[in-house]
Protein backbone atom coordinates (compact mmCIF):
# COMPACT_ATOMS: atom_id res chain seq x y z
CA UNK A 1 0.00 0.00 0.00
CA UNK A 2 1.87 3.35 -0.97
CA UNK A 3 0.76 6.67 1.00
CA UNK A 4 -2.68 7.61 0.77
CA UNK A 5 -4.04 11.02 1.00
CA UNK A 6 -6.33 11.53 3.30
CA UNK A 7 -9.44 14.72 3.39
CA UNK A 8 -11.69 15.62 6.14
CA UNK A 9 -15.20 16.38 5.04
CA UNK A 10 -16.43 18.42 8.07
CA UNK A 11 -19.99 17.99 9.12
CA UNK A 12 -19.61 17.79 13.04
CA UNK A 13 -21.03 15.14 14.68
CA UNK A 14 -21.48 12.82 10.49
CA UNK A 15 -17.89 14.28 9.83
CA UNK A 16 -15.87 11.44 7.83
CA UNK A 17 -12.42 10.96 6.02
CA UNK A 18 -12.22 10.35 2.42
CA UNK A 19 -9.04 7.92 1.48
CA UNK A 20 -7.54 7.98 -1.40
CA UNK A 21 -4.02 6.13 -2.55
CA UNK A 22 -2.97 3.06 -4.60
CA UNK A 23 -3.17 -0.86 -3.11
CA UNK A 24 -5.73 0.36 -0.32
CA UNK A 25 -8.50 -2.78 -0.57
CA UNK A 26 -5.42 -5.18 0.88
CA UNK A 27 -5.73 -3.34 3.77
CA UNK A 28 -9.48 -2.48 4.26
CA UNK A 29 -10.68 -4.23 6.63
CA UNK A 30 -7.29 -2.61 8.93
CA UNK A 31 -8.65 0.66 7.43
CA UNK A 32 -12.42 0.52 8.70
CA UNK A 33 -10.99 -0.66 12.30
CA UNK A 34 -8.50 2.46 12.51
CA UNK A 35 -11.32 4.60 12.20
CA UNK A 36 -13.03 3.12 14.82
CA UNK A 37 -15.64 0.62 12.70
CA UNK A 38 -16.49 -2.36 14.89
CA UNK A 39 -19.07 -4.49 13.57
CA UNK A 40 -18.38 -8.59 13.01
CA UNK A 41 -20.66 -8.11 9.89
CA UNK A 42 -20.28 -6.76 6.47
CA UNK A 43 -22.99 -6.90 3.82
CA UNK A 44 -20.83 -5.64 0.76
CA UNK A 45 -23.12 -4.59 -2.08
CA UNK A 46 -21.78 -4.71 -5.46
CA UNK A 47 -21.84 -5.93 -8.72
CA UNK A 48 -21.22 -8.81 -10.96
CA UNK A 49 -18.54 -6.71 -13.02
CA UNK A 50 -16.66 -5.24 -9.71
CA UNK A 51 -17.10 -8.23 -7.43
CA UNK A 52 -15.20 -10.37 -10.43
CA UNK A 53 -11.93 -8.40 -9.84
CA UNK A 54 -11.83 -7.11 -6.12
CA UNK A 55 -14.77 -9.06 -4.09
CA UNK A 56 -12.05 -11.64 -3.15
CA UNK A 57 -9.70 -9.13 -1.80
CA UNK A 58 -12.00 -6.77 0.28
CA UNK A 59 -13.51 -10.18 2.07
CA UNK A 60 -9.95 -11.49 2.80
CA UNK A 61 -9.15 -8.03 4.67
CA UNK A 62 -12.13 -7.98 6.14
CA UNK A 63 -12.12 -11.62 7.65
CA UNK A 64 -8.28 -11.25 8.86
CA UNK A 65 -9.57 -8.18 10.48
CA UNK A 66 -12.30 -10.08 12.57
CA UNK A 67 -15.59 -9.52 10.75
CA UNK A 68 -17.01 -13.25 11.05
CA UNK A 69 -19.95 -12.82 8.69
CA UNK A 70 -19.45 -11.47 5.02
CA UNK A 71 -22.55 -11.64 2.68
CA UNK A 72 -22.20 -10.67 -0.65
CA UNK A 73 -25.21 -8.69 -2.51
CA UNK A 74 -25.00 -7.96 -6.49
CA UNK A 75 -27.02 -5.62 -8.01
CA UNK A 76 -27.38 -5.30 -12.08
CA UNK A 77 -24.86 -2.99 -13.26
CA UNK A 78 -25.25 0.53 -14.65
CA UNK A 79 -28.34 3.11 -14.85
CA UNK A 80 -30.52 0.77 -15.94
CA UNK A 81 -30.22 -0.78 -12.33
CA UNK A 82 -30.60 1.60 -10.42
CA UNK A 83 -34.41 1.44 -10.10
CA UNK A 84 -36.91 0.93 -7.16
CA UNK A 85 -37.11 -2.96 -7.54
CA UNK A 86 -33.21 -3.47 -7.32
CA UNK A 87 -33.49 -0.99 -4.25
CA UNK A 88 -36.66 -3.45 -2.53
CA UNK A 89 -34.60 -6.56 -3.15
CA UNK A 90 -31.27 -5.43 -1.54
CA UNK A 91 -33.49 -4.01 1.64
CA UNK A 92 -34.72 -7.94 1.56
CA UNK A 93 -31.40 -9.46 1.22
CA UNK A 94 -30.20 -7.05 3.79
CA UNK A 95 -32.97 -8.04 6.28
CA UNK A 96 -32.61 -11.85 4.89
CA UNK A 97 -28.66 -11.82 6.10
CA UNK A 98 -28.50 -10.42 9.03
CA UNK A 99 -32.49 -10.33 11.26
CA UNK A 100 -31.19 -9.29 13.96
CA UNK A 101 -30.88 -5.49 15.34
CA UNK A 102 -28.41 -6.82 18.12
CA UNK A 103 -26.33 -7.78 15.12
CA UNK A 104 -26.80 -5.29 12.34
CA UNK A 105 -23.99 -5.37 9.88
CA UNK A 106 -21.72 -2.47 8.62
CA UNK A 107 -22.53 -1.86 4.41
CA UNK A 108 -19.37 -1.33 2.41
CA UNK A 109 -20.67 -0.33 -1.36
CA UNK A 110 -18.10 -1.74 -3.64
CA UNK A 111 -18.66 -0.14 -7.08
CA UNK A 112 -19.65 2.48 -9.02
CA UNK A 113 -22.03 5.14 -8.86
CA UNK A 114 -25.08 3.29 -8.95
CA UNK A 115 -23.75 0.95 -6.49
CA UNK A 116 -23.19 3.92 -4.08
CA UNK A 117 -26.14 5.97 -4.89
CA UNK A 118 -28.57 2.25 -4.52
CA UNK A 119 -26.82 0.43 -1.66
CA UNK A 120 -26.13 3.94 -0.14
CA UNK A 121 -30.37 4.35 0.19
CA UNK A 122 -30.74 0.95 1.23
CA UNK A 123 -28.67 1.49 3.96
CA UNK A 124 -29.93 5.19 4.93
CA UNK A 125 -33.28 3.19 5.43
CA UNK A 126 -32.64 -0.20 6.56
CA UNK A 127 -33.55 0.09 10.41
CA UNK A 128 -33.86 3.85 9.94
CA UNK A 129 -30.00 3.32 9.05
CA UNK A 130 -26.87 1.82 9.49
CA UNK A 131 -23.50 2.45 8.79
CA UNK A 132 -21.83 2.39 5.92
CA UNK A 133 -18.53 2.83 3.70
CA UNK A 134 -18.84 4.09 0.26
CA UNK A 135 -15.79 1.92 -1.45
CA UNK A 136 -15.74 3.74 -5.27
CA UNK A 137 -14.06 1.75 -8.08
CA UNK A 138 -15.18 4.31 -10.96
CA UNK A 139 -13.23 7.61 -11.21
CA UNK A 140 -16.58 9.60 -11.53
CA UNK A 141 -17.77 8.19 -8.43
CA UNK A 142 -14.38 8.63 -6.79
CA UNK A 143 -14.71 12.90 -7.57
CA UNK A 144 -17.89 13.04 -6.97
CA UNK A 145 -21.08 10.62 -6.11
CA UNK A 146 -19.05 8.92 -3.03
CA UNK A 147 -18.80 12.31 -1.45
CA UNK A 148 -21.34 14.12 -0.16
CA UNK A 149 -24.14 11.75 1.02
CA UNK A 150 -26.74 11.92 -1.47
CA UNK A 151 -28.49 8.40 -1.93
CA UNK A 152 -31.17 7.90 -4.64
CA UNK A 153 -32.57 5.27 -6.74
CA UNK A 154 -34.69 6.62 -10.50
CA UNK A 155 -38.32 5.91 -9.70
CA UNK A 156 -41.25 6.60 -12.10
CA UNK A 157 -39.17 7.82 -14.88
CA UNK A 158 -37.70 10.40 -12.58
CA UNK A 159 -34.11 9.87 -11.72
CA UNK A 160 -32.78 10.54 -7.90
CA UNK A 161 -36.08 11.18 -7.55
CA UNK A 162 -36.43 8.66 -4.16
CA UNK A 163 -33.65 9.36 -2.27
CA UNK A 164 -32.21 10.91 1.42
CA UNK A 165 -29.47 12.56 2.80
CA UNK A 166 -26.82 10.08 4.64
CA UNK A 167 -23.20 10.78 5.34
CA UNK A 168 -20.87 7.13 4.98
CA UNK A 169 -18.52 6.53 7.83
CA UNK A 170 -15.62 6.88 5.49
CA UNK A 171 -14.96 6.77 1.38
CA UNK A 172 -11.67 4.35 0.78
CA UNK A 173 -10.67 4.96 -2.87
CA UNK A 174 -8.25 2.85 -4.17
CA UNK A 175 -6.82 4.50 -7.42
CA UNK A 176 -5.50 0.71 -8.75
CA UNK A 177 -9.36 -0.08 -8.97
CA UNK A 178 -9.37 2.36 -11.83
CA UNK A 179 -7.17 0.59 -13.76
CA UNK A 180 -10.11 -2.32 -14.67
CA UNK A 181 -11.62 0.57 -16.14
CA UNK A 182 -12.00 0.64 -20.16
CA UNK A 183 -11.34 4.34 -21.68
CA UNK A 184 -15.04 5.10 -22.01
CA UNK A 185 -15.31 4.92 -18.07
CA UNK A 186 -12.27 6.63 -17.52
CA UNK A 187 -13.33 9.29 -19.96
CA UNK A 188 -16.85 9.87 -18.36
CA UNK A 189 -14.89 10.01 -14.82
CA UNK A 190 -13.27 12.76 -16.42
CA UNK A 191 -15.81 14.75 -17.75
CA UNK A 192 -16.96 15.80 -13.78
CA UNK A 193 -13.26 16.24 -13.35
CA UNK A 194 -13.81 19.35 -16.35
CA UNK A 195 -17.12 20.40 -14.23
CA UNK A 196 -14.91 21.28 -11.61
CA UNK A 197 -12.88 23.29 -12.87
CA UNK A 198 -15.25 24.95 -15.03
CA UNK A 199 -17.08 26.34 -12.47
CA UNK A 200 -15.00 25.63 -8.98
CA UNK A 201 -11.26 26.25 -9.86
CA UNK A 202 -9.56 28.55 -12.29
CA UNK A 203 -6.15 26.47 -11.08
CA UNK A 204 -7.75 22.93 -11.65
CA UNK A 205 -9.02 23.72 -15.55
CA UNK A 206 -5.80 25.19 -16.33
CA UNK A 207 -3.58 22.42 -14.81
CA UNK A 208 -5.93 20.25 -17.22
CA UNK A 209 -4.90 22.81 -20.12
CA UNK A 210 -1.29 22.07 -19.75
CA UNK A 211 -1.57 18.54 -19.85
CA UNK A 212 -2.94 16.70 -16.95
CA UNK A 213 -5.99 15.77 -18.63
CA UNK A 214 -3.60 13.88 -21.33
CA UNK A 215 -2.09 12.16 -17.53
CA UNK A 216 -5.19 10.91 -16.37
CA UNK A 217 -6.29 9.46 -19.37
CA UNK A 218 -3.29 7.32 -19.32
CA UNK A 219 -3.44 6.83 -15.80
CA UNK A 220 -0.61 8.33 -14.02
CA UNK A 221 -0.59 7.98 -10.52
CA UNK A 222 0.89 11.24 -8.57
CA UNK A 223 -1.62 12.90 -11.60
CA UNK A 224 -5.00 10.49 -10.47
CA UNK A 225 -4.06 11.07 -7.09
CA UNK A 226 -3.66 14.72 -7.06
CA UNK A 227 -6.82 15.59 -9.45
CA UNK A 228 -9.13 13.15 -7.59
CA UNK A 229 -7.71 14.88 -4.15
CA UNK A 230 -8.73 18.14 -5.51
CA UNK A 231 -11.79 16.96 -6.99
CA UNK A 232 -12.51 15.67 -3.25
CA UNK A 233 -11.45 18.72 -1.24
CA UNK A 234 -13.91 21.07 -3.64
CA UNK A 235 -16.50 18.65 -3.84
CA UNK A 236 -16.09 18.59 0.44
CA UNK A 237 -16.04 22.63 0.67
CA UNK A 238 -19.35 22.60 -1.22
CA UNK A 239 -21.25 19.87 1.17
CA UNK A 240 -19.79 21.27 4.33
CA UNK A 241 -21.58 25.13 3.31
CA UNK A 242 -25.06 23.43 2.30
CA UNK A 243 -25.25 19.72 3.54
CA UNK A 244 -28.79 19.34 2.95
CA UNK A 245 -28.84 21.23 -0.49
CA UNK A 246 -30.93 24.01 1.16
CA UNK A 247 -28.73 27.34 0.27
CA UNK A 248 -28.44 26.66 -3.58
CA UNK A 249 -24.35 26.24 -2.51
CA UNK A 250 -24.96 22.63 -3.75
CA UNK A 251 -26.16 23.80 -7.14
CA UNK A 252 -22.76 24.68 -8.72
CA UNK A 253 -22.14 20.58 -9.03
CA UNK A 254 -24.87 20.75 -11.22
CA UNK A 255 -23.31 22.77 -14.05
CA UNK A 256 -24.03 20.48 -16.99
CA UNK A 257 -26.53 17.92 -14.88
CA UNK A 258 -30.21 19.80 -16.16
CA UNK A 259 -30.19 19.15 -19.79
CA UNK A 260 -27.05 15.84 -19.42
CA UNK A 261 -29.72 14.33 -16.58
CA UNK A 262 -32.61 15.27 -19.19
CA UNK A 263 -30.93 13.65 -22.23
CA UNK A 264 -29.58 10.31 -19.92
CA UNK A 265 -32.75 9.26 -19.07
CA UNK A 266 -34.54 10.28 -22.38
CA UNK A 267 -31.88 8.65 -24.18
CA UNK A 268 -32.88 4.97 -22.06
CA UNK A 269 -28.78 5.34 -20.78
CA UNK A 270 -27.48 5.14 -23.95
CA UNK A 271 -24.92 7.46 -22.97
CA UNK A 272 -22.41 7.50 -19.96
CA UNK A 273 -23.13 9.64 -17.35
CA UNK A 274 -20.47 11.73 -17.44
CA UNK A 275 -20.65 11.89 -21.38
CA UNK A 276 -24.28 13.06 -20.85
CA UNK A 277 -23.04 15.81 -18.43
CA UNK A 278 -20.48 16.51 -21.04
CA UNK A 279 -23.40 17.33 -23.42
CA UNK A 280 -25.25 19.62 -20.99
CA UNK A 281 -21.87 21.01 -20.29
CA UNK A 282 -22.13 22.04 -23.94
CA UNK A 283 -25.78 23.17 -23.79
CA UNK A 284 -26.26 25.45 -20.75
CA UNK A 285 -22.29 27.46 -22.07
CA UNK A 286 -24.22 28.02 -25.12
CA UNK A 287 -26.78 29.22 -23.06
CA UNK A 288 -24.83 31.34 -20.99
CA UNK A 289 -23.25 32.96 -23.99
CA UNK A 290 -26.62 34.25 -25.45
CA UNK A 291 -27.67 35.40 -22.25
CA UNK A 292 -24.65 37.59 -21.78
CA UNK A 293 -23.56 35.86 -18.66
CA UNK A 294 -19.69 34.45 -20.24
CA UNK A 295 -17.76 35.21 -22.88
CA UNK A 296 -17.63 33.40 -26.10
CA UNK A 297 -13.32 32.48 -25.10
CA UNK A 298 -15.09 30.08 -22.23
CA UNK A 299 -17.15 28.40 -24.74
CA UNK A 300 -14.08 27.61 -27.03
CA UNK A 301 -11.81 26.72 -24.14
CA UNK A 302 -14.23 24.42 -22.73
CA UNK A 303 -15.51 22.80 -26.10
CA UNK A 304 -11.52 22.18 -26.66
CA UNK A 305 -10.85 20.19 -23.13
CA UNK A 306 -13.73 18.10 -23.34
CA UNK A 307 -12.75 17.22 -27.33
CA UNK A 308 -9.14 16.33 -25.73
CA UNK A 309 -10.73 14.07 -23.55
CA UNK A 310 -12.58 11.98 -25.97
CA UNK A 311 -16.10 13.53 -24.62
CA UNK A 312 -19.08 14.33 -26.76
CA UNK A 313 -20.79 17.97 -27.48
CA UNK A 314 -23.46 16.40 -29.09
CA UNK A 315 -25.69 12.99 -29.58
CA UNK A 316 -27.53 12.06 -32.64
CA UNK A 317 -31.50 13.11 -32.81
CA UNK A 318 -33.80 10.02 -32.69
CA UNK A 319 -37.84 10.16 -33.11
CA UNK A 320 -39.58 11.63 -29.94
CA UNK A 321 -36.02 12.50 -28.36
CA UNK A 322 -36.47 16.23 -28.00
CA UNK A 323 -40.06 16.14 -26.52
CA UNK A 324 -38.80 13.87 -24.18
CA UNK A 325 -35.82 15.46 -22.97
CA UNK A 326 -38.23 18.55 -22.73
CA UNK A 327 -40.92 16.51 -20.68
CA UNK A 328 -37.77 15.39 -18.65
CA UNK A 329 -37.06 19.14 -17.77
CA UNK A 330 -40.28 19.67 -16.11
CA UNK A 331 -39.19 16.90 -13.44
CA UNK A 332 -35.84 18.39 -12.85
CA UNK A 333 -35.71 18.59 -8.91
CA UNK A 334 -34.11 22.42 -8.58
CA UNK A 335 -37.22 23.38 -10.53
CA UNK A 336 -39.84 25.56 -8.25
CA UNK A 337 -43.17 26.96 -8.91
CA UNK A 338 -42.82 26.46 -12.20
CA UNK A 339 -39.37 28.31 -12.75
CA UNK A 340 -36.53 26.51 -14.07
CA UNK A 341 -32.76 26.82 -12.97
CA UNK A 342 -30.16 26.44 -14.61
CA UNK A 343 -26.29 26.36 -13.36
CA UNK A 344 -24.49 28.91 -15.52
CA UNK A 345 -20.66 29.58 -15.64
CA UNK A 346 -19.88 33.25 -15.89
CA UNK A 347 -15.84 32.66 -16.52
CA UNK A 348 -13.38 29.90 -15.43
CA UNK A 349 -13.83 28.71 -12.17
CA UNK A 350 -16.82 30.79 -11.15
CA UNK A 351 -20.69 30.04 -12.21
CA UNK A 352 -24.58 31.83 -11.32
CA UNK A 353 -28.10 30.50 -11.23
CA UNK A 354 -30.01 31.60 -13.49
CA UNK A 355 -33.91 30.99 -12.98
CA UNK A 356 -36.86 31.11 -15.20
CA UNK A 357 -34.85 31.42 -18.39
CA UNK A 358 -37.50 31.83 -21.50
CA UNK A 359 -37.89 28.77 -22.66
CA UNK A 360 -37.55 29.26 -26.42
CA UNK A 361 -33.53 29.84 -25.63
CA UNK A 362 -33.94 26.39 -23.27
CA UNK A 363 -35.51 24.66 -26.65
CA UNK A 364 -32.69 26.43 -29.00
CA UNK A 365 -29.90 24.87 -26.36
CA UNK A 366 -31.70 21.50 -26.45
CA UNK A 367 -31.92 21.67 -30.04
CA UNK A 368 -28.20 22.38 -30.47
CA UNK A 369 -26.89 19.27 -29.19
CA UNK A 370 -28.91 16.80 -31.16
CA UNK A 371 -27.46 16.61 -34.49
CA UNK A 372 -29.31 14.25 -37.66
Avoid at 18 to 46: H, N, S, W, Y
Avoid at 179 to 202: D, F, H, M, N, Q
Avoid at 212 to 237: G, H, N, S
Wanted: with cysteine.
Amino acid sequence: MSESRRIEVNLGPRSYPVVIGAGLLGGLGAILRAEGLKQTGAFVITDPHVAAHYFEKVRASLADSGFAKIVRHDITAGEAGKNWDEFTKTCAALLEAFPDAATAPLVLLLGGGVVGDLGGFAAAVFRRGVPFVQIPTTLLSAVDSSVGGKVAVNFGGVKNIMGAFSQPRIVVCDLDALRTLGPREIRSGIAEVIKYGAVCSRSLFEQLEAGALEKMLALDPPTLTDIVAQCVRLKADVVEQDEHDKLGIRNVLNFGHTIGHALELSADYALTHGEAISVGMAAATRMAVQLGMVHLSFQKRLTVLLGRAGLPLTHPDAPSLYDRILRALQLDKKFRDGKNLFVLPTGIGSWSPRENVDWPLVHDCVRAVLVA
